[in-house]
Structures are given as C-alpha cells and as structure tokens.
C-alpha cells in the first residue's frame, strides 16, 4: 500500500504547519506575589453608608483569602507569596523600607499555602495596624520609593524556576492611580524612569505584571497617569483596561471551588491503519469526572502519612514470605503453577494498541452510541517519523469523504470498538478554538442499546395518542422552559462542594460551614414567570380537561380518607392483639423481655404511644405507662 501524504486530498497551497495543536500556554505551575498597598487612602471607606461599607483594604484582603481557599484545592502545587508596601515596619531579604512580607511560621516566604497562611491572612486586619503600619512611602523631599521597593522584593522572590514550566505573576491591589502625584520636577521623572525600568527588568526574566485598581466610588481609577507605562498599555488597550481588570476581582472573590487538569497526554498508543504501516498518536482526555480527594491515612500521634506494606506469611511455618507469589490450578491431583507473566498473556486478547478495521458513512452513527467522554487523539513524530503525515491523509480523506473509522482497541481489561471522527481545526482573530484531530468515541455493545419499549394493550382498548393541540401545548411550554446557551459547565456539583466546604471549615477552624448554593434546584422565580404559568396551564387544560383542579382536590381526599382508614384498622388490630397478655403481670415477673418487638409495639401502638426505638426502649415505656 503506497501513500502521499504529500498530494493526498491537498492543494499544493496546502501545508503541514497548519495542522499543528496550540501548545498550551500556561505551565505547569504557577508562581504569584500579592503587592498590596497599605497606604492611608486603602483603609477608607469604600461607599458612604457606614452600616454596609468596608474599606479598600478589607477588600483586598477578602479576595486574596477567598483566592487562597479555592487555590489550595484546586491548584496546591502553586507557590505564593503575599507583600505589603507603604508600611511603617519592614521585613524582607533586602532589608528595603516600606516593604513587609508576610508570612507564618514552617513555611518559606514564597511556598504552597496553608491553612495556617489563609486563617491568619484573614484575621490580619485586626492587628495590622500595631503590628505592621500604614505611612506613605512616596512623600516629597525623600527618596523613598515604596512601590520600587516592593517590585524589587517580588522579582527577588520569583527568581526561582524557569519560565518555560513555571508562569510567575505579580498582582498589585491599589486605589491610587497616581503614586507620585505629589512629587515634582526631576524627582518625580527619575522616580517614575526607575519604577518602570524596575518593571521591564522583571518582565523580560518572564515575570508578568498585573494591577487590580479598587476604584473609588465617583472617582474610576486613571491607569493612564502612571500604571499604563508600568505594565505597557497602548493605544485601545488603556481604554479597555478598567472593565477587564474589575472583572478578573470580581473572579477571585466569587470562584468556583474545584479541581483544576492541567491538560497533558493521558498515554501514547500505536496506530496500526494496515499490516506494515503504524503510526504513533497521543491520547487526551477532554472531560473528566470530578471527584473528592483520596484518603489519607495518618499516624493518630504525629500527623504523618502512613505508607500502606503488605506481607505474605507462610501458613504451616508462619515465616515471612520473600519469594514472589505464584498462582495455580488444579489439574488432575496436580498443581500447575503459572507466573504473573504467562497469567497475563493467557488474558492478552490484544497489545492495547489501536487497529483500523475499516469506514463507514458519519450518518451511521447515532447520538445514543456515546457512552462515555471521547477521547482526543492527535499524531506525534517522537518515536515514529512521518506519523504527523500519515495521519493527515487520513483525516482529510474522513473530511472530505464524510466516514469515521471503525477500530478496535484495548487490551485484556476492556476490549471494545471505537469510531473514529475527524475533526477539522477551528481559529478566530484570538487564536486556535479547536484544534485538528480525531475523537475516539468508546462505541456500546449490543445489549447497552434498550429500544423503546411499545405499550402493551388489550386487543379491545386502542394506544393512546396525543393529539395534535396536546402536542403544540407541549412544545410552547418547553420552548418557554428551554434554558439560553446551556452548558454543563455552568452548574457545580453540590455535594462536591459542600464536602470542599467542610474540609476548609475544620483546616481552618471556623464554627460555620461556608454558605453552598445547591444550582441544581429549579428556578423557582423563573418558574413562576406569567409566560411560563400561562404555558404550563393551556397543556394542563389540554391533556386532563377543564376541571383537572377538581379531581386533584377529590383524589388528595379520598387519599386522606384511604390512609385514615389503614390507620384505624392498624390500632383496631393492635388492640385486639395485645389484649392477648396480661400486661401488669408480665410486667411484675420481668417477663416483657421474653416478647417479640411487634408484641411489645403493639401494646404501645393500642395506648397511642411512640414506638420509635430499640427493645429496651419499647420496655422502658410500657413499664412507665404500668406505673411500674
């Protein structure tokens, strides 16, 4: 078999580069150091009603606490560093003024957070006037510069780390937009020169800068006087920068808590699309289940991870076994022993790679044969050169011919068929959407499919039919109820999230669970709409008639009626069974013991007594209504 992936369905215009999968941006880890101002101006109020206004500072605070609780989940691996400039008290590694990084004890000044960080982070506001202080640190007739200070300290503590697998951001929490507005002449240019080379230093070791203003109310915050040169906003960008930098805030008060993938290639697997020709691919999994945490075992006295071992001891001897185990079956009054090894190949069915078997037309296949997330495959030259090649003729002949491959794939676990569906690469003016590849879909055997099943009459009685104004009813009142740019991503788990809340309120000792809202429940004011009403009572009318209201009051009485009857008979019965004992006497021998607990119930259920409870429960209350 002889291909070109040269000149298979291609212009010659056509070329490989375009099939490339955006690698993705964001490193493996993140490095991030929290400049806050702590100037005078942030310990304002920040509205004018005293009863409901915080300050700029309690601001600041809430959103770097609430983005610490949600990082230590979802991202624990990343290291962060919190500094506060324009303070009365220093400390830091350069001894610089102004400048006080905070930190706790057993834990270095840039490292992963800690419930210890997070829960005296949250309560810093309290003492952080005595402890720490609050002064200007750029007043004219000094050379002092607080936020040069404070840039230079951050850099310092993300030298660490190559750029190429670690992101390294500073985000600075102010609400003034003009440092050195009271500065002037050569004093304020040199000051503001510095300030801003300080910041390109830092940027061309890899280390990007953010500012997050916390505007005051009347007064939006002017990032052209001085914050636009910091950061290198031009042009529509400066414009633009307000309504982007409030909406990245208001993210880090109000995330989500969750789990965060970094995507990376589940596996890599052999292509095998005919005897003689394989190709490698690269295997990504899109969605994933969203679980809890596994458990960890810890030692009761000092709080270490417990490493699980297990041992094998000899039966008749009881000597520790050293020996790898091996397995048997009995045949013939004789054992025949099997290794690990020749276990697994009896059970090899194949390599567990991917087999082309052959192609059939797309409309073949159906919604109801995904099971399961497909699974993203793209090509990789690593082990096998020419693998990027061969795999795009392939995919732009399933394109261009409208087929999906049948193949077969994995090994001695879970063996089953798969298609193959070409997707074509999506990008816009901001970059690649989707990338070009195939989506492996984990096709459903035979008996995973259940046909619906067709309602079984008399031969006398008919199937009931909607009827045609039956039907439009219900398609009015599900087009009222139909849900805007749904999306599954919009809805979190609540049970994830209550048991993320319970773990932050006993890591950080707080006598109140966190407040979760449960976004599965209906929308009840949504449902209450006229629109939505009025649809929902035309198909009411429609399928029961006009006095459907009637007989659902009559069907709730002659249920009420029906469950007082059941009741009655039950006492009735009761009564008359536990007529059968002499109860006083029982009681005086000690003999209540000796009965049954639906003896001893219904003595109790005849007296109208709760019969809730274990035996010597159900005895404790006939001896008190005996008077005994």
């Not at 000899?314 to 004789?334: I, M, Q, S, W």
């Not at 069907?555 to 004992?581: F, I, L, P, Y």
Request: glycine share 6%; net charge negative; proline share 5%.
């Amino acid at each position: 078999m002889n291909l070109d992936p040269q000149g298979l369905f291609r212009d010659h215009s056509d070329s490989d580069d375009e099939f490339e999968l955006e690698k993705e941006k964001d490193p493996s880890k993140e490095m991030v150091v929290y400049l806050i101002d702590a100037s005078p101006k942030m310990f304002d109020l920040v509205g004018n009603d005293e009863d409901k206004s915080q300050t700029y500072f309690h601001a600041a605070i809430s959103s770097i606490s609430q983005s610490l609780k949600t990082q230590i989940i979802g991202k624990s691996s990343d290291e962060v560093a919190i500094c506060f400039f324009n303070t009365k008290e220093k400390k830091n590694l350069q001894d610089l003024n102004g400048v006080f990084v905070f930190n706790v004890n057993d834990r270095e000044f840039l490292d992963q957070p800690t419930a210890k960080l997070i829960k005296e982070f949250s309560c810093i506001e309290g003492t952080f006037m005595s402890n720490i202080g609050s002064q200007y640190g750029i007043i004219p007739g000094s050379r002092e510069n607080s936020l040069y200070s404070a840039l230079w300290v951050a850099q310092a503590l993300l030298r660490k780390g190559s750029p190429k697998y670690v992101s390294k951001r500073i985000l600075v929490f102010t609400n003034e937009d003009n440092p050195f507005g009271n500065i002037t002449g050569a004093a304020k240019t040199d000051m503001i020169r510095t300030t801003v080379q300080r910041a390109y230093d830092a940027q061309e070791m890899g280390i990007s800068i953010e500012i997050l203003p916390l505007s005051i109310p009347n007064e939006p915050f002017n990032v052209s006087h001085f914050y636009a040169d910091l950061i290198g906003l031009e042009g529509d960008e400066v414009a633009q920068f307000l309504p982007s930098a409030v909406e990245r805030l208001e993210d880090m008060t109000d995330q989500l808590t969750k789990r965060i993938f970094k995507k990376r290639i589940v596996r890599t697997i052999s292509f095998s699309i005919a005897e003689g020709i394989n190709i490698e691919v690269n295997t990504y999994a899109l969605i994933r289940p969203a679980l809890p945490g596994s458990v960890t075992w810890l030692d009761s006295v000092t709080n270490l991870s417990l490493k699980a071992e297990r041992s094998f001891i000899c039966a008749d001897t009881g000597a520790l076994v050293h020996e790898p185990p091996k397995r048997f079956h009995p045949y013939k009054n004789e054992n025949v022993k099997f290794s690990v090894d020749e276990l697994s190949e009896i059970k090899r069915i194949s390599n567990g790679h991917l087999c082309l078997l052959g192609f059939k037309p797309l409309d073949l296949l159906k919604d109801y044969h995904n099971l399961k997330p497909s699974t993203f495959i793209f090509p990789t030259d690593e082990a096998i050169i020419g693998s990027t090649k061969i795999f795009i003729a392939l995919h732009r002949s399933m394109l261009q011919l409208k087929r999906f491959a049948l193949a077969f794939y994995g090994g001695s676990a879970n063996p089953r068929l798969v298609a193959l569906v070409a997707q074509d690469g999506v990008t816009s003016s901001s970059g690649q959407v989707e990338p070009p590849g195939m989506h492996m879909i984990y096709l459903p055997f035979s008996d995973d499919i259940r046909h619906v099943e067709e309602l079984q009459t008399t031969a006398d009685a008919g199937v009931p039919h909607a009827t045609d104004d039956q039907i439009k009813k219900a398609s009015v009142l599900m087009k009222r109820m139909e849900l805007k740019d749904f999306s599954v991503c919009q809805f979190a788990n609540p049970a994830l999230q209550r048991h993320y809340g319970i773990l932050q309120a006993l890591a950080l000792g707080e006598d109140e669970m966190p407040d979760i809202k449960d976004e599965t429940l209906p929308d009840e004011d949504g449902m209450a709409r006229p629109t939505i009403v009025n649809a929902l009572e035309d198909f009411k009318i429609a399928v029961y008639g006009e006095n459907h209201d009637l007989e659902e009051v009559s069907s709730k009485k002659s249920s009420g009626t029906d469950a007082s009857r059941k009741r009655k008979a039950m006492v009735e019965a009761a009564v008359e069974s536990a007529a059968n004992h002499d109860w006083a006497d029982l009681a005086d021998n000690g003999k209540l013991k000796d009965l049954t607990v639906p003896e001893l119930k219904n003595y109790l259920t005849a007296h109208n007594i709760p019969v809730t409870g274990k035996k010597e429960a159900l005895i404790s209350r006939i001896l008190t209504h005996l008077g005994r």
